[in-house]
C-alpha cells in the first residue's frame, strides 16, 4: 500500500483532497501510523475536512475550501502538488487532482463568473 510519506516525496508539503467520511478514516489511519498530526490535537478529535494540507516535517492543517478552488484558476502560481486521496490509495496512475471538485462562484461588482 502507498504510504503519505511517499506521496510527499522530496516536497515539502502536499495538500490532498478527501472526497468522503470513508476516504476521511483511511486517511487518519494512515496519518496516526506515519506519525503525523493535527498540532497537539489527539486523533479521535480530528474533524473531517475535504482538503488538507500534509507537511514533511509531520504537521497538517485544514485549507480552506476557497483556498483550494482558487488554486485551481488560471495564473495561480506557486501552488502546491494537489492529490486526490482515494485515488492515490487505490494506487490509479493518475492521483493528481486536475479541478477542485468544487463549484465556486466569485462575485464582483463588475462581474459574476461561475468557475
Not at 502536499?14 to 478514516?25: A, L, P, Q, R
Not at 478552488?69 to 486521496?85: H, M, P, R, T
Request: net charge positive; proline share 2%.
Amino acid at each position: 500500500m502507498r504510504t503519505i510519506r511517499e506521496m510527499l516525496g522530496n516536497d515539502e508539503k502536499v495538500w490532498i483532497y478527501i472526497n468522503g467520511e470513508d476516504t476521511w478514516k483511511m486517511f487518519v489511519n494512515m496519518a496516526v501510523t506515519e506519525g503525523f498530526h493535527f498540532g497537539e490535537l489527539p486523533a479521535e478529535k480530528w474533524a473531517f475536512g475535504h482538503a488538507v494540507a500534509v507537511h514533511s516535517n509531520g504537521k497538517m492543517g485544514h485549507l480552506p475550501l476557497f483556498v483550494w478552488c482558487l488554486s485551481f484558476q488560471k495564473g495561480a502560481v506557486n501552488c502546491q502538488q494537489k492529490v486526490d486521496f482515494r485515488r492515490y490509495i487505490e494506487r490509479a496512475d493518475d492521483y493528481k487532482c486536475r479541478d477542485s471538485h468544487f463549484l465556486s462562484r466569485i462575485i464582483s461588482s463588475q462581474n459574476s463568473k461561475m468557475y
